[in-house]
């Protein structure tokens, strides 16, 4: 029975203070800087970061949605990112991009939504390209209550033609193929499209299946150059990735719930403590 105690109150005291831990980085509202240039530091899904800059709401090419979420935040470098990446897409005639989450003021863990986008370096992008957007800024209520349209149909495994168009393609293209960027989450279905579309075009190696990210992709960028807490992921498998990595999502195994417990949080490395405490 005393075992029972001590591993119940263990449990309840992990999850008490990964939710304080989480709580405390919703709850900073300036960013810190622990050196004279930004810093990510840690994983993509554990870490921190250190002189945000937030984006403003909108730019040229690019309008930010649910702004109440206050995910404006990232390194500089994915702010330049997406600057360049809107800047690409509206003068190319595709359209104007609807902006997501990047992250929290010092990053960190979100009480809600993402394991990842910790270290200013991730974001999410709707694939849906407004032609409104194009022609004024969406108001406030617009941007909080618009909902990002699946590009998946209704059944099955294909994409909805309807919802998915070469303007898609291009933008992927356009943001696979700038160096900063280290990969592309994208749901399998929208990788198995550009497999049909383009394979062996070396800019697809950088767009991986993963589950979900059926209504936006996600940007993820390198550990910038100097960044030397930085952890950067496994390098990308060779290849354009339209292979059996790929048809394996489609398998009765990827599709089945996961099962077991949910793998806890990665520790925050000892440097995000003196960020979060600045
Ligand atoms: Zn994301």
Same mark, same amino acid.
């Given at each position: 029975?005393?075992?029972?105690?001590?591993?119940?109150?263990?449990?309840?005291?992990?999850?008490?203070?990964?939710? /304080?831990?989480?709580? =405390?980085?919703?709850?900073?509202?300036?960013?810190?800087?622990?050196?004279?240039?930004?810093?990510?530091? #840690?994983?993509?899904? /554990?870490?921190?970061?250190? /002189?945000?800059? =937030?984006?403003?709401?909108?730019?040229?090419?690019?309008?930010?949605?649910?702004?109440?979420?206050?995910?404006?935040? #990232?390194?500089?470098?994915?702010?330049?990112?997406?600057? +360049?990446?809107?800047?690409?897409?509206?003068?190319?005639?595709?359209?104007?991009?609807?902006?997501?989450?990047?992250?929290?003021?010092?990053?960190?863990? *979100?009480?809600? /939504?993402?394991? =990842?986008?910790?270290?200013?370096?991730?974001?999410?992008?709707?694939?849906?390209?407004?032609?409104?957007? *194009?022609?004024?800024?969406?108001?406030?209520?617009?941007?909080?209550?618009?909902?990002?349209?699946?590009?998946?149909?209704?059944?099955?495994?294909?994409?909805?033609?309807? !919802?998915?168009?070469?303007?898609?393609?291009?933008?992927?293209?356009?943001?696979?193929?700038?160096?900063?960027?280290?990969?592309?989450?994208?749901?399998? =279905?929208?990788?198995?499209?550009?497999?049909? !579309?383009?394979?062996?075009?070396?800019?697809? +190696?950088?767009?991986?299946?993963?589950?979900?990210?059926?209504?936006?992709?996600?940007?993820?960028? +390198?550990?910038?150059?100097?960044?030397?807490?930085?952890?950067?992921?496994?390098?990308?498998?060779?290849?354009?990735?339209?292979?059996?990595?790929?048809?394996?999502?489609?398998?009765?195994?990827?599709?089945?719930?996961?099962?077991?417990?949910?793998?806890?949080?990665?520790?925050?490395?000892?440097?995000?403590?003196?960020?979060?405490? +600045?």
């Amino acid at each position: 029975m005393y075992v029972f105690n001590s591993k119940f109150w263990g449990v309840i005291a992990l999850l008490w203070s990964v939710q /304080g831990h989480a709580n =405390s980085w919703s709850q900073v509202s300036q960013p810190a800087y622990i050196g004279d240039t930004a810093q990510s530091i #840690g994983t993509y899904n /554990g870490g921190c970061l250190s /002189g945000a800059v =937030s984006l403003p709401k909108e730019g040229l090419g690019y309008q930010v949605m649910r702004l109440s979420r206050n995910r404006v935040y #990232g390194h500089p470098d994915l702010k330049q990112f997406i600057e +360049k990446l809107g800047q690409n897409t509206v003068s190319q005639g595709l359209g104007v991009l609807l902006i997501g989450d990047l992250g929290q003021v010092r990053g960190g863990p *979100t009480l809600s /939504g993402h394991r =990842s986008h910790q270290t200013g370096l991730d974001v999410d992008i709707w694939f849906m390209l407004s032609a409104q957007a *194009t022609q004024r800024s969406l108001t406030a209520s617009e941007r909080e209550t618009w909902s990002a349209a699946s590009v998946l149909a209704a059944h099955g495994d294909g994409i909805n033609p309807a !919802q998915w168009t070469q303007a898609n393609t291009k933008v992927l293209e356009i943001a696979a193929t700038m160096p900063e960027v280290d990969r592309i989450f994208v749901n399998p =279905s929208v990788k198995r499209e550009l497999c049909r !579309q383009q394979a062996g075009s070396p800019w697809l +190696k950088k767009i991986r299946p993963w589950w979900k990210h059926d209504d936006h992709f996600h940007v993820r960028l +390198k550990c910038p150059i100097g960044n030397r807490h930085c952890v950067a992921q496994e390098p990308l498998p060779s290849g354009d990735g339209c292979d059996a990595g790929l048809a394996w999502w489609f398998s009765a195994e990827a599709k089945k719930p996961a099962k077991g417990k949910p793998t806890p949080p990665p520790p925050l490395p000892a440097l995000c403590d003196v960020v979060l405490n +600045k």
